[in-house]
């Protein structure tokens, strides 16, 4: 059974695109120009013009997604809009710690020591096998989770899927995972102490970000080697992040 904390959905409608018009003449809405201005990871964001259509913001897909490092294709034939990013990033940490057991390796990693108030986080777990034979273990899902805690003491956790999965890995295989936004989202909704979400989106503006503070993030992994005991690792890190 999983154990949820808390979820949020948040729906950014990437419209009004950046391609010739079409022709749906029976197609139109009514709108009005949005004054506000675009941030994209803490960074101010292309210029152009936002549109406020029923409460929801319209922005130009293909400037907004390059900007942020991703590609856009237009199919015309097909109708058809294709978004993509690349797989991997360049990115070497500040900070990283790690645990193993036997051919199993758990590491946790920052970009960076200390973050911006506001400014997302780049922080990932992996897990590493070591071994010169093929491995199956079974595990819950996720097989890597995190939790956050402050300085004062409150602590968030990924809920885990109480269910079997089988996962294989050969010689020098690793597992990556990317520690979720909702976590933090689920951080700042506890510390808001509130029940009302209409109240929480105006006491939280950036409910993905953490506030300034100091911050520890754990990594861990549970799971069972065919033939062999129950494995638990378990490391952590610390950061900050500044006004």
Known sequence: MKKTV??????????????????FSSDFVKAHLFPVQLTLNGKPGPL?????????????????IEQMGGKVAFDEDKMEIAVSYPATANIKSEVSSIEHAGDFHLLLHSKNNVYKE?????????????????AEIGHGDPLIFFTIKDGEGTIVGQPIDDILIKTM??????????LPADLVVAYNWKKAGMTDNAEYARHVKIP????????????????????????SLFTEIQITVEK
């Not at 549109?51 to 913001?57: P, R, T």
């Not at 506001?118 to 093929?134: A, F, H, K, Q």
């Open 6 to 23: 808390w979820g949020a959905a948040l729906a950014l409608l990437l419209a009004f695109l950046s391609f010739p018009t079409l022709g």
């Open 48 to 64: 152009f013009p936002i549109l406020n259509y029923e409460g929801s913001a319209y922005i130009p897909i293909r400037a907004t």
């Open 118 to 134: 506001g400014e997302p986080l780049m922080i990932w777990g992996t897990l590493m096998y070591t071994g010169e034979e093929v």
């Open 169 to 178: 890995f050969a010689p020098h295989n690793e597992q990556r995972t990317v």
């Open 208 to 231: 993905w970000a953490l506030p300034a503070g100091e911050y520890t993030i754990g990594v861990a992994s549970q799971f069972q080697q065919t033939g062999k005991e129950q494995t």
